[in-house]
C-alpha cells in the first residue's frame, strides 16, 4: 500500500524559506506514468494545487506561487521536496503531498506550517 | 486558467434523502473531472473520476455524471459518514484547479 508522508518545521518566519519533504513508501517515485505533487489547504479554506513533478524529469507550476516555487526529487531516498522562498502570512496552510496520474489518487496526511514572526 | 465552481456552498440534507452537488468549468474540460470529499481533520478522498468512474471502494451510492463544463454528484441516500465538504477537481488543463467545495451539513 502506498503511503506519502510530510514532513517539516510547523512555523517559519516571514521573508524566509518554507521546505518540506514528502517520504514516499510501499512503492518508487521513478514509476513511469506518475506525477507527484504538492497541494495546500489554508486554514478553513478550499484546495490549491501548487506544483507537481513528473517522473520523467518535467515540472510544473501554479502561476500563482510559480516564482518562489521549487519541486524536486530525490529517487535515493524516495522523497519529493518543495520549496516556497519569501513566504508570507497567506502561506500559512496544510500542505499536502499528493500523487496522480490524472485524477489525484493518494494523498499524504498533509503538515500545517505556519508562517509567523 | 479553467475556474472550477461549485453550488451551493453548502447544503442541508436529511439523512437517507438524496444530496445533488453541481460544478461547473469555466471552459470546457471534456470528461477530465474528478470529485473528493474531505472530512475534517483528514486529507481529501477520491470518488469519483473521469467525471463518471467511481474509485476503488467507493459506495454505489455516489455517481457522477457530465462532460464538458457542467457536472454534478450525486448522493442517493445520504449516511452519515457522508456528512463532508465536496471538492471538484479538472485536470484537463494545467494548472490542476479545484472548486471552492459544498458542505453537505445534516439538516
Known amino acids: 500500500q502506498l503511503q506519502l508522508q510530510e514532513s517539516g518545521p510547523g512555523l517559519v518566519k516571514p521573508s524566509e524559506t518554507l521546505s518540506l519533504t514528502c517520504t514516499v513508501s510501499?512503492?518508487?517515485?521513478?514509476?513511469?506514468?506518475?506525477?507527484w505533487s504538492w497541494i495546500r489547504q489554508p486554514p478553513g479554506k478550499g484546495l490549491e494545487w501548487i506544483g507537481s513533478f513528473y517522473y520523467s524529469g518535467s515540472t510544473y507550476y501554479n502561476p500563482s506561487p510559480k516564482s518562489r516555487v521549487t519541486i524536486s526529487v530525490d529517487t535515493s531516498k524516495n522523497q519529493v521536496s518543495l520549496k516556497l522562498s519569501s513566504v508570507t502570512a497567506a502561506d500559512t496552510a496544510v500542505y499536502y503531498c499528493a500523487r496522480h496520474t490524472r485524477q489525484i489518487d493518494y494523498w499524504g496526511q498533509g503538515t500545517l506550517v505556519t508562517v509567523s514572526s | 486558467e479553467i475556474v472550477m465552481t461549485q453550488s451551493p456552498a453548502t447544503l442541508s440534507v436529511s439523512p437517507g434523502e438524496r444530496a445533488t452537488l453541481s460544478c461547473r468549468a469555466s471552459?470546457?474540460?471534456?470528461?477530465?473531472l474528478a470529485w473528493y470529499q474531505q472530512k475534517p481533520g483528514q486529507a481529501p478522498r477520491l470518488l469519483i473520476y473521469?467525471?463518471?468512474s467511481r474509485a476503488t471502494g467507493i459506495p454505489a451510492r455516489f455517481s457522477g455524471s457530465g462532460s464538458g463544463t457542467e457536472f454534478t454528484l450525486t448522493i442517493s441516500s445520504l449516511q452519515s459518514e457522508d456528512f463532508a465538504v465536496y471538492y471538484c477537481?479538472?485536470?484537463?488543463?494545467?494548472?490542476?484547479?479545484f472548486g471552492g467545495g459544498t458542505m453537505v451539513e445534516i439538516k
Open positions: 473521469g467525471a463518471s
Open positions: 477537481q479538472q485536470y484537463n488543463n494545467w494548472p490542476l484547479t
Open positions: 510501499g512503492g518508487s517515485i521513478s514509476t513511469s506514468s506518475y506525477y
Open positions: 471552459q470546457s474540460v471534456s470528461s477530465n
